[in-house]
């Protein structure tokens, strides 16, 4: 006899400093599929969704004197595309329209049944494709060209000309990470959650070993590179080119 796992419980990270509603859905949810983490603030609202797997964010937009709205949208900035709805006592078309703008896949008024929330939380969560890990290959057929390289981000391939070039998991990561983001200068932190899913510790040289890595396969000189360029207080930059016609 097979012993069947129990499904995982669906992750959702609540981000509201009312207790009420905070007591409102640990009760009304107590026996549902989905386990509910709690943060009263940003800062814990951070860790927790750095420390954990979130399925999917509430986000009042009155946290801190609206600083929500500016989380979700640094959130959004740094390539998280966690599901999101966001909650607000103001139900002003304005405040949808601000809210959606910010990033959130839907936007409910306060005050909310629960089912209706769940309901909704079901509908997001169904309209969103499943991610696609840091390390996996893409989903559909997505190639750059630069320099002399060709890079088949669903064979998970590196060609220089007729030579293969081997990349590991991690580097290959961190170059999807940056040939998306083409001419746009990316933190530390942004590049950690592309390229791992998480953000790095503050004594964490792994991304910049990576970083270095991948310079010496690309760079004719790894000291003054071409294509992952450093931005001085900021991070790194993938500076393409046209490359070779396919």
């Known amino acids: 006899m097979v012993e069947q796992a129990e499904p995982a419980r669906l992750r959702v990270l609540l981000v509201d400093e009312d207790r009420a509603t905070q007591a409102l859905l640990r009760e009304a949810w107590r026996d549902t599929g989905f386990e509910l983490m709690l943060a009263s603030d940003l800062a814990a609202a951070g860790r927790l969704h750095v420390a954990g797997r979130t399925d999917i964010l509430l986000v009042d937009t009155e946290m801190e004197h609206e600083a929500g709205l500016e989380w979700c949208r640094r959130l959004r900035a740094s390539g998280d595309a966690t599901p999101l709805i966001m909650l607000s006592a103001k139900a002003t078309d304005v405040d949808r329209i601000v809210g959606l703008e910010a990033g959130a896949d839907d936007f409910l008024a306060k005050p909310f049944h629960p089912r209706e929330l769940r309901a909704r939380l079901q509908a997001v969560l169904r309209r969103r494709p499943p991610s696609e890990p840091p390390g996996a290959p893409a989903r559909s057929a997505e190639v750059i060209h630069f320099g002399p390289f060709e890079f088949n981000l669903q064979r998970r391939e590196l060609r220089k000309g007729p030579q293969s070039v081997p ?10 990470a940056l040939v998306r983001h083409p001419g746009q200068a990316l933190t530390r932190e942004q590049l950690a959650q592309l390229a791992r899913g998480r953000t790095f510790g503050p004594y964490d040289r792994s991304l910049d070993v ?15 590179p071409r294509f992952i360029q450093t931005v001085w207080g900021v991070g790194y930059v993938f500076v393409p080119d046209r490359g070779p016609s396919p």
């Open 167 to 176: 990349l590991t998991t991690g580097e290959y990561a961190m170059l999807k």
């Open 210 to 224: 990576q970083v270095s890595r991948l310079r010496r396969m690309l760079e004719e000189d790894p000291a003054h």
